[in-house]
């Protein structure tokens, strides 16, 4: 597994939570990395993303203003900060990451396609 995540949880509604993500292949230049989620019965949906050249983030409309991506070049690290959290937030959370330079546009860093390496999921629970 080339990308760990780590910072999953059970919290109640309103609360914060941190999730990281660290790409252990140092070899492999990540262009882009994020998170996309799925809740049981539904389909996985993107929920933001960074560029690692200037920093250009993206968000789902479900959660802007609310998560926050942020990255460490240094550690190969992308993390989430996750605020005001909601019961409608709970999901397996995925790390993403583009090795091969294609998540450039909303339309392609959105989508599942977009990224070629993909973590094992962190659990997120938001109880009401």
């Known amino acids: 597994v080339q990308l760990e995540e780590s910072g999953g949880g059970l919290v109640q509604a309103g609360s914060s939570l941190r999730l990281s993500c660290v790409n252990i292949e140092r070899s492999i230049y990540t262009f882009a990395m994020g998170w996309f989620r799925q809740a049981p019965g539904r389909e996985r949906e993107f929920v933001a993303a960074?560029?690692?050249?200037?920093?250009?983030?993206y968000y789902a409309d479900s959660v802007k203003g609310r998560f926050t991506i942020s990255r460490d070049n240094g550690e190969n690290r992308v993390n989430l900060q996750m605020s005001s959290l909601k019961p409608e937030d709970t999901a397996v959370y995925f790390c993403?990451?583009?090795?091969?330079?294609?998540?450039?546009?909303?339309?392609?860093?959105?989508?599942?396609?977009?990224?070629?390496?993909w973590g094992l999921g962190t659990q997120v629970t938001v109880s009401s």
């Open positions: 960074i560029r690692w050249n200037g920093g250009d983030t």
């Open positions: 993403v990451a583009d090795s091969r330079d294609y998540a450039r546009t909303w339309s392609t860093i959105s989508s599942l396609g977009g990224f070629d390496l």
